[in-house]
């Protein structure tokens, strides 16, 4: 089945680590997204990629990185830059820009 | 920027019972877009929807792009159709192209 694949469901950060959490999409879209939600809060967007080896900067990048070396994968790494990181994150794609938008089942990332 | 407006914030159905959401933009939006996000997480794309009305089983959508607001309803709900109903779209003009969400319209069906 074709699909947005995001793993782990939950993750734990200490203090000072950077963690990644991953995004695989076989639906052969070109977009791809992060999007982070707090509780009882609407979706930011964090990074965005409409082709392989290019990514953009979303509204709330700041302590966030990414890459986009294959199609199928938009890896997201939280560093410890990120002071407040406990959120729900979300990947989502597109076959294009401003098309209709996917989603994977999401992470749960929590600070320990 | 733009601002999306969604009302009612918070809605309790018993089941059985219609609805209807609406999602205001303070400016044109683009290729409108409407998602459940369910009790566990996982956001579901309902409609994509520019302009016009569209049907899916128990849904409908229906999107006045020249007066800049959408509007979702709900027949014959379920306890299934708990959680929350987004909308999205991106600006018709400008350079920034990201997707404007608004907070969301909470839903709980009860049984």
């Known amino acids: 089945d074709g699909g947005i694949t995001q793993s782990p469901k939950y993750l734990f950060r200490k203090e000072g680590q950077n963690v990644t959490l991953s995004c695989e999409q076989n639906l052969n879209h070109d977009a791809m997204y992060w999007y982070r939600q707090d509780p009882g809060q609407g979706l930011r967007l964090i990074y965005y990629s409409q082709i392989v080896n290019d990514f953009q900067k979303g509204d709330i990048a700041e302590g966030y990185s990414v890459s986009r070396e294959k199609k199928e994968s938009f890896p997201l790494t939280v560093t410890s830059a990120q002071k407040n990181p406990t959120a729900f994150y979300l990947c989502a794609s597109s076959i294009g820009r401003d098309e209709k938008l996917f989603f994977g089942s999401g992470t749960q990332l929590s600070v320990l | 920027g733009i601002q999306v407006e969604q009302s009612p914030p918070d809605l309790i159905l018993q089941e059985g019972a219609n609805s209807t959401l609406r999602c205001n933009f303070s400016d044109s939006v683009n290729n409108l877009q409407w998602f459940h996000q369910n009790p566990w997480g996982q956001l579901i794309n309902l409609f994509y929807?520019?302009?016009?009305?569209k049907q899916n089983g128990r849904l409908s959508a229906t999107t006045v792009a020249t007066e800049r607001y959408s509007l979702l309803y709900i027949s014959s709900s379920q306890t299934t159709d708990s959680g929350v109903y987004f909308c999205a779209g991106p600006p018709n003009a400008g350079n920034n192209r990201k997707l404007i969400w608004g907070l969301g319209t909470s839903l709980a069906v009860n049984p």
């Open positions: 929807i520019p302009s016009g009305t």
